[in-house]
């Protein structure tokens, strides 16, 4: 299985900041790279898709990069709904496996 | 707008059964671009992939699961169901189902139900 690693796993930021999630692979798996967000209680959302897509109706501040074995998301101007966790998945080889996620947190 | 609901039982005795249900509104459960699948998140780990079903109920599995699940699918009620066998207090979790996205290079989960915490005690 491919084995997906997110950094951090935690991480405090104040609303306006930018801020940088990233996901790694144990294999290549080429831009079959996908975020979701997820806030408590409620289910996963998707907010970029192959690697760099933004999902419809996502703001622009989020992006995604990458390709292969390294990926990031990046969040700009962070708003107060931003803060949630993320999680990176990739689609590439079966079974699909998920990043343990990252925790992004009000300083 | 398309919406998914699961619905099944919220606890399930040791080595029983888990059946869930997810119903599909708002769009045709036939569609030849998307599978229905399902994701579990139990408490405090990451999310895991249980596997994903066509309209044709042509099924992708996730092979540590594989031997203990079923998936099918209902064309006619718009709904697609997934039995796990031989449950152990490790299956206890939210179930998700979720619509896949499945057509050239694009491979996502685009649409999630609301989750259903099933608890095996």
């Known amino acids: 299985d491919v084995l997906m690693t997110q950094s951090p796993s935690s991480l405090s930021a104040s609303v306006g900041d930018r801020v940088t999630i990233t996901c790694r692979a144990s294999?290549?798996?080429?831009?079959?790279l996908n975020w979701y967000q997820q806030k408590p209680g409620k289910a996963p959302k998707l907010l970029i898709h192959?690697?760099?897509s933004l999902q419809s109706g996502i703001p622009l501040r989020f992006s995604g990069s990458g390709s292969g074995t390294y990926f990031t998301l990046t969040i700009n101007n962070l708003q107060p709904e931003d803060f949630a966790t993320y999680h990176c998945?990739?689609?590439?080889?079966?079974?699909?496996?998920f990043g343990q996620g990252t925790r992004l947190e009000i300083k | 707008q398309l919406q998914l609901q699961e619905s099944g039982p919220g606890l399930v005795k040791p080595s029983g059964t888990l059946s869930l249900t997810c119903t599909v509104s708002?769009?045709?459960?036939?569609?030849?671009?998307?599978?229905w699948g399902w994701i579990r998140q139990p408490p405090g780990k990451r999310l895991e992939w249980i596997g994903s079903?066509?309209?044709?109920?042509?099924?992708h599995d996730n092979p540590s699961l594989k031997s203990r699940v079923t998936l099918s699918i209902d064309t006619s009620k718009n709904h697609f169901s997934l039995k796990m066998t031989s449950v152990t207090a490790a299956d206890t979790a939210i179930y998700f189902c979720?619509?896949?996205?499945?057509?050239?290079?694009?491979?996502?989960?685009?649409?999630w139900g609301q989750g259903t915490l099933v608890t095996v005690s």
């Open positions: 979720a619509r896949r996205e499945d057509y050239g290079d694009l491979d996502h989960f685009d649409s």
């Open positions: 708002g769009d045709s459960i036939s569609n030849a671009n998307y599978y």
């Open positions: 079903i066509s309209y044709t109920g042509k099924t």
């Open positions: 294999h290549n798996v080429r831009n079959n």
């Open positions: 192959t690697a760099s």
């Open positions: 998945q990739q689609s590439y080889d079966s079974p699909y496996t």
